[in-house]
């Protein structure tokens, strides 16, 4: 396996494009592998990155220091409507590396509770088990997760406050607190006997967060001051320019946007961003009005908020019901659903289907929220409704109610300056992302900076500075209601998709049907149907009013139609005429190669840990001579063009 796009070891004071190749474990290695685990030396970091390097999304790392692991969030990311379509809830990324090391991992840290973030605990705690540690604000988020899976009771959750230290085996944490569009958002500086490393977490420098304490930069510098062998930070708005503008200038352009407005004023934000919700209240107090909360997720996040006295100096929020008998120019209504989403109370006010809210002539809309690309359509399709029912719709063009949570490059350039690293490793984004922040490091002056992929394992010393020490093969899974299965997106390498489905079946999690669309059905027949274990026979028909076959299904009928390539809709799969050997990346100390039997479970109901080597896929050997001839040739080539791609990347930039 090589590592495209990691740019190790580069030496960016003498400006010189020219970069060492990337170092890898050997003979003599401070790091012993033994049946595929790695067992961290005191005087070393290792950094696993299982998520948030490729995409934006399903952040999670690990870090190994001293024989023992120290998670770092489990995020998930969502899919499309096709594979909702499917009946797929969530996507995480494979915990297979976490799971055969969960014997040595001593704990999860959570930054913040955003989805990309937590969104994997409850899949993933009940398989590691280990303690959790958060802020109080996270502690709400994740318990709750945890409680819609019934696993709340067994749950150790440590909180601090941002700003506060704590011990877990061989890792020192300190928080840090840091400004971003959800309270209570930290970042760690996590200290072994192997030093210390700075992970951002999700950040901005805010002169005026509105909610909680400025991203804290003198206590930043103090642990700068210290030495700082590698920071891990935020690439979200790499190659976004200048600084991002605080929460604060949202006063203003709510101000600015309520101001002569005669009819009721929906407003549109993410139900996590309590800041916002707090300007928008206090905004509508400013201008004699009253504001309610429609939407479940709302009204929890102000109980939440409530309890943590995070909404000191705002007026209770009255219920969707209670507001509809003030007069509409005392009006204010915050609700969900900024990206079009179908059962969002937006979507159903522009649909004029809301039990107690209706659109008049002379309302006005806003939407706080930027366009999560791909949501275009949905939304253009609801701010139409909402006009055609007299609204008038005003976005983040018209006036300045929306700003980003994550640093632009003169953040990014400050914070490496505040924490003067040896090494940046740039994270949270795509590849595009992770290139900038590193090519920006380089301008800042950093001695070096390393770019992770999913599945790449770093280590980090004093000595040697950040080298790619191994790598895993980096899968994703997805949550279809029941069991987690394979999961690949159709625009990628086929054969990561046939991995997918083959890592799924390998895990025992292949087997169910969806167990319904993630739409719930308007129709109470329909929603019987699918509560029905009967129902899970029963075809079930997709948009086109075709039966949607479930990923095994699928599956089985594409291996009845042979080797080759198959659109089997959100997946595209190639299927070898042996696929036995599409695992094949090696892991340390493992022959790589899987048995392609059943071994470990991530079905739900399972209580075993793949932690054993014997109990995984990865540590059994599957006989050469059962590779076909042209399985070698796809291998060769695979490894061909990854060696293009790390020497492009080598040069590049
Ligand atoms: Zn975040
Ligand atoms: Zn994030």
């Known amino acids: 396996m090589t590592y495209p796009n990691i740019d190790a070891g580069r030496d960016t004071t003498s400006g010189s494009a020219v970069s060492r190749r990337p170092r890898r474990r050997g003979k003599g290695s401070a790091t012993d592998a033994r049946d595929g685990v790695l067992h961290p030396k005191a005087g070393e970091f290792l950094m696993a990155v299982l998520g948030g390097c490729d995409t934006i999304g399903m952040n999670m790392t690990m870090y190994g220091s001293d024989g023992k692991w120290l998670l770092v969030d489990a995020g998930c990311t969502f899919p499309d409507d096709d ?261 969002a109370a937006l979507s159903r006010i522009a649909c004029a289907e809301h039990r107690h809210l209706r659109i008049c002539d002379g309302d006005t809309v806003i939407f706080s929220a930027r366009k999560i690309p791909g949501n275009e359509e949905s939304i253009e399709a609801i701010q139409q409704k909402l006009r055609n029912l007299g609204a008038t719709v005003l976005t983040p063009a018209d006036f300045p109610v929306h700003v980003s949570g994550h640093p632009s490059r003169d953040d990014l350039a400050e914070m490496i300056r505040t924490v003067r690293p040896a090494t940046v490793v740039p994270v949270h984004g795509t590849p595009a992302h992770l290139e900038a922040h590193a090519e920006l490091s380089r301008s800042v002056g950093t001695p070096s900076a390393v770019l992770p992929r999913n599945g790449s394992v770093l280590r980090i010393t004093k000595e040697r500075g950040v080298e790619v020490l191994d790598s895993f093969p980096a899968r994703m899974l997805a949550w279809n209601g029941a069991r987690l299965v394979g999961w690949a997106p159709s625009e990628t390498d086929p054969e990561a998709a046939m991995a997918a489905l083959l890592s799924a079946e390998a895990l025992g999690g292949s087997g169910s049907a969806p167990r319904h669309s993630g739409h719930p059905s308007p129709d109470p027949e329909e929603s019987r149907r699918r509560k029905s274990p009967a129902s899970h026979q029963a075809p079930r028909l997709g948009r086109d009013g075709r039966p949607v076959l479930s990923l095994d299904a699928k599956h089985r009928e594409l291996r009845r139609a042979g080797s080759g390539i198959h659109d089997a809709g959100s997946v595209r799969v190639w299927l070898p005429d042996a696929p036995s050997d599409v695992r094949g990346d090696k892991i340390a100390g493992g022959s790589g190669k899987p048995s392609g039997k059943p071994s470990g479970n991530m079905g739900e109901n399972s209580a075993e840990v793949g932690t054993g080597a014997g109990g995984h896929p990865h540590s059994k050997a599957e006989p050469t001579a059962t590779r076909t001839a042209a399985q070698r040739r796809r291998d060769q080539r695979k490894r061909a063009k990854e060696r293009r791609r790390e020497e492009e990347a080598a040069t590049a930039t």
């Open 83 to 343: 594979d909702r379509d499917l009946g797929l809830e969530v996507i995480i990324p494979d915990p297979e590396f976490a799971l055969r090391h969960a014997k040595d991992i001593v704990g999860m840290v959570v930054t913040h509770a955003h989805e990309d973030h937590v969104g994997a605990v409850s899949h993933l705690w009940p398989k590691i088990g280990c303690p959790i540690f958060c802020t109080p604000f996270a502690a709400e988020a994740v318990r709750g997760k945890l409680d819609e899976r019934r696993k709340t009771s067994k749950v150790r959750i440590h909180t601090h406050k941002p700003g506060g230290s704590f011990s877990v085996g061989p890792f020192q944490v300190r928080t840090v607190p840091v400004a971003h569009s959800i309270p209570e958002a930290t970042a760690l500086a996590i200290t072994t006997k192997a030093g210390t490393v700075v992970h951002t977490g999700d950040w901005k420098i805010d002169p005026n967060p509105v909610l909680g304490p400025k991203t804290d930069l003198a206590a930043l510098k103090a642990i700068g001051d210290q030495g700082v062998l590698a920071l891990m930070s935020d690439s979200t708005n790499a190659m976004s320019s200048g600084s991002t503008p605080s929460e604060g200038t949202t006063l203003d352009g709510f101000d600015r946007a309520f101001a002569g407005r005669k009819g009721a004023i929906v407003v549109g934000c993410f139900s996590s961003n309590v800041a916002r919700l707090k300007s928008i209240a206090l905004t509508a107090a400013k201008h004699g009005r009253k504001v309610a909360l429609a939407g479940r997720s709302l009204v929890r996040m102000e109980d939440i908020g409530r309890k943590l006295g995070m909404f000191s100096g705002v007026a209770p929020f009255l219920s969707d019901a209670e507001i509809k008998r003030l007069p509409r120019r005392e009006q204010v209504i915050i609700c969900t659903g900024t990206q079009g989403e179908e059962n």
